[in-house]
């Protein structure tokens, strides 16, 4: 492990995912401890979009900004918000120069899936559709997040492809859960990694899908058609056990056609970037912002 990581993990909280609630406001201590970058040419504002029901988002506004993400916090489909994700989407914001649009999707287990992915559907249309409001071009949309939020990213992709939906630009995956099976070595092998282990997917996938069947829209890594879909940057993390699901997944993409930019972040453990004071963090969340610029950009 990286040794500045490593000084950390006595530190670092093992979530309980037995017990939502609590596990919330435990995720919501941590993230408020993190420092959020002072960013004086960006608006921040926190607005409704109508949905089935209304779903509320935070919007960041960089100036001149070109294009737009849709953006996906983590918390394995049980915890997150829009506080909780505040520092994270101010870092995109700032280091893609893109308007990130913060989703507070619904939550498992009271809301299993397919609720969350509705949300996102909802927040994809109206973001397209508001694209001159928000001063972006309608066609620079991408999906993208952390974890959970990667996956509900990956999903959205595929789901708006095969229905036809709004033009999705690019796909931003940060340690992608893309598999309820957990077939693979790290997902096998990862039975005491700091934050995310196996018991502890294990408990996420269960009150994700609560009594329904795992579909490709629920865990993409299912979808047996790849093509088409928009290109992608997928990062994994040494010591977590989605990791060989996400290195699977962008060799399935690059298989399918799909243009994919792999980074596995050698010493890293899941959630690691979140320790803003060791330089792997620093470089992880510069190369997200970065990857999201160039593909906006282009």
Known sequence: MDPELEAFVPLFPRADLSDPVT??????????????PDVPDMDVEDRTVPGDPDVAVRVYRPHRAQGAVIWLHGGGFVMGDLDSEHPWATRIAAESGAVVVSVAYRLAPEHPFPAALDDVRAVLAWTVEHAGELGVDPERVAVGGHSAGACLAAATALRERDEQGPPIRFQLLNQPGVDDRQTTWSARNRTDTPWMNRDKVTEIWRHYLGSAPATPYA????ATDLTGLPPAYIATAEFCPNRDEGIDYAARLLRAGVSVELHQWAGTFHGSQAILSAEVSQRQNTELGR???????S
């Open 23 to 36: 596990a919330r406001g435990n995720l919501a201590e941590l993230s408020a401890s993190i420092p959020v």
């Open 291 to 297: 990857a999201l610029r160039r593909a906006l950009s």
């Open 219 to 222: 865990a993409p890594m299912r």
